[in-house]
């Protein structure tokens, strides 16, 4: 038993080693994958534009019973309607604990703007868009339709992924547009209409602390997120294995990833253009 045990615990360190190893050999493969993706988008322009329309159609406003509610468009507006809500409630609340309830409209514009309607762009995203890529991309693996295609000269890669990266990033602008709308107007709406608050009030502060280049910078976020969900959806999606239970595994692993990859891009870009002093003078 005591040799046993001695070889299990000389065992272990190769077997954490090749652990190790294997993970970034995976990371090195998918890093390989997404820039044959990205350099592929060239010859998806030129060959597949119908099918960068048809995706482009699909991912923003649905197929079959999801085009009834909106899909992503009515997903990711709810969604920002709420949080703008939130900021409503929280915002006034806590601000008139200290005689500063006036203030409201700059909560609104300033973390609006810069952390929460693109964390939650973002989510929605990988929760819609990115799974929906990774399930359909996934069925065609285990069902050979992938194997299909290579088999008639079709460039599987330009037809299958990097299509939906360039459908993904074009539908994020016009879905963070009414994201942004739907975060400004729930925002107003909540404090002027249930808190009573000046309109005048509001809107003075709104709009003094709304900075265009926050709002540009907001939507850079958007779109490298945009890239970001597609590429890790799309990869997991291609390479998924084991019959319909590693579809779901596949779906599963891309949304984890997607989601701790958004937060670190988000943090990132806030500290690479905000920094430490937030950009904004409170006085005069």
């Not at 009834?68 to 809500?85: C, K």
């Not at 005048?200 to 900075?211: E, K, W």
Request: with cysteine; proline share 2%; net charge positive.
């Amino acid at each position: 038993m005591t040799g046993k045990a001695a070889g299990q615990r000389h065992s272990a360190p190769p077997t954490v080693v090749k652990g190790m190893v294997d993970g970034w050999n995976r990371i090195g493969t998918q890093i390989k994958f997404n820039a044959r993706s990205v350099r592929e988008m060239g010859i998806a322009v030129v060959r597949y534009r119908t099918e960068i329309l048809r995706l482009i159609a699909q991912m923003s406003l649905g197929t079959g019973a999801l085009a009834l509610i909106g899909g992503t468009v009515a997903i990711v507006g709810f969604m920002t309607l709420t949080t703008g809500a939130v900021i409503a409630v929280q915002g006034y609340n806590e601000l008139s604990g200290i005689g500063v309830e006036a203030m409201t409209g700059f909560i609104s514009a300033y973390v609006n703007v810069r952390i929460i309607s693109p964390a939650v762009a973002g989510i929605g995203l990988a929760a819609t868009i990115g799974a929906g890529a990774t399930a359909q991309l996934g069925a065609m693996r285990i069902n050979d339709e992938i194997d299909a295609l290579e088999v008639m000269a079709v460039r599987s890669v330009a037809y299958l992924v990097s299509t939906r990266v360039i459908a993904g990033v074009v539908v994020v602008i016009p879905l963070y547009c009414v994201a942004m709308v739907c975060a400004f107007l729930a925002a107003r709406f909540g404090t002027t209409g249930f808190y009573h608050q000046s309109t005048g009030v509001y809107d003075h502060y709104f709009n003094t602390f709304l900075n265009s280049s926050d709002l540009l910078w907001s939507f850079f976020t958007v779109v490298l997120m945009g890239v970001a969900v597609m590429l890790i959806h799309t990869y997991y999606g291609y390479t998924a294995t084991g019959g319909p239970s590693g579809v779901g595994v596949a779906v599963g692993r891309s949304v984890r990833a997607s989601l701790v990859v958004l937060v670190l891009l988000l943090l990132v870009v806030a500290m690479s253009i905000y920094g430490q002093s937030g950009n904004f003078h409170l006085s005069g």
